[in-house]
């Protein structure tokens, strides 16, 4: 999630940016109107026929090894035949880039965009949920088997900076409590190949594209991932899930997804025991990435709405999380 002040719209530096991967500027701005903006920018634009996507975020916003990390897994995800999104190369032949601009340094990426409609946007029937869950189940076994040259932050790197941020932001006595109960059970867990590994984070409604065509489903947005329990992944769907369904159809497919899952990695009741504490875990890093996303004040003659509404979306998230530790 970036600092507020990175959420402006900025046509000239992403064609800047898009120069990196293209010659051919024409009409490249003709799907900027589609421009969005949470943990990055992302701008649309066409290339050769096809619908790719500029990746931005300021160099100080992130990690090094997590953005090339990211292309790695990615790479080997697809591999292995992993129906993961498509990075492009630069034209340096290069995943990420580094460019540096008049508004400061910023890692820059480019993917084509996936096939298929976003399962939020379907009907989530007992078909599509059991294809997501074999999806997941499927990036958790390749996972397990995951030997990466560039490694991406574990659970423990995450815990250690939300510390750090927490110290930033006065009194977060409450947080601060959350943290060390939080750590000490999570340390108590069994860490093993079949339970343990680089998690994808936001495998959720969202980011997971049901092809009708093919019966599969093709996956985005896997720079969040960290080396976890691979149940995170599981507690962050079935709780999205539960703002799409009632809770007779949510237990439904809770099990039709378990199902489809199973079939490509196995998973023990213990551990889904343990979503709960996974949810606590997602709550901590959630409240400490608001505080960090509003840690510098903007002064603006005059705000625009957009941006009061995602402040305010912000604060209800916050206070919501805060009022689970009251």
């Not at 409240?287 to 705000?303: C, M, V």
Request: aromatic share 14%; net charge negative; charged share 30%.
């Amino acid at each position: 999630m970036l600092r507020l002040k990175y959420l402006f719209y900025n046509e000239i530096l992403a064609i800047e940016a898009i120069k990196k991967w293209k010659t051919d500027m024409k009409n490249v701005d003709e799907l900027f109107s589609y421009f969005r903006i949470s943990t990055n920018a992302i701008y649309p634009f066409p290339n050769n026929g096809k619908v790719c996507f500029l990746r931005l975020a300021p160099i100080e916003e992130k990690i090094k090894d997590n953005e090339y990390g990211e292309m790695e897994f990615i790479q080997y995800l697809r591999e292995n035949n992993f129906p993961a999104l498509k990075p492009l190369p630069s034209l340096n032949d290069e995943l990420v880039e580094i460019i540096t601009t008049e508004w400061g340094t910023y890692f820059a990426s480019v993917f084509e965009r996936v096939e298929g409609v976003q399962i939020k946007d379907t009907d989530l029937n007992d078909n599509i949920m059991f294809v997501y869950g074999r999806t997941l189940g499927t990036l958790h076994r390749l996972a397990s088997d995951f030997k990466p040259s560039i490694k991406k932050w574990t659970y423990e790197d995450v815990l250690e900076w939300i510390k750090e941020e927490l110290g930033l932001y006065g009194e977060q006595a409450a947080a601060m409590n959350e943290h060390a109960e939080v750590k000490h059970l999570l340390e108590a867990l069994p860490k093993n190949q079949n339970t343990f590994g680089l998690i994808h984070y936001d495998f959720e409604p969202d980011n997971v594209f049901y092809d009708e065509k093919n019966k599969t489903c093709n996956v985005i947005d896997f720079e969040d991932g960290m080396y976890h329990w691979f149940a995170l992944d599981i507690e962050q769907i079935f709780d999205s899930l539960s703002e799409h369904m009632d809770e007779k159809r949510l237990n439904v497919a809770k099990k039709v997804f378990l199902n489809g899952y199973r079939t490509e990695f196995n998973i023990s009741s213990d551990i889904l025991e343990s979503l709960p504490l996974f949810r606590r875990f997602i709550d901590l890093y959630s409240y400490t990435r608001i505080l960090h996303s509003k840690g510098e004040i903007l002064e603006l003659d005059n705000e625009p709405n957009w941006l009061s509404n995602v402040t305010e979306k912000l604060d209800r998230k916050k206070d919501s999380i805060l009022a689970k530790w009251s």
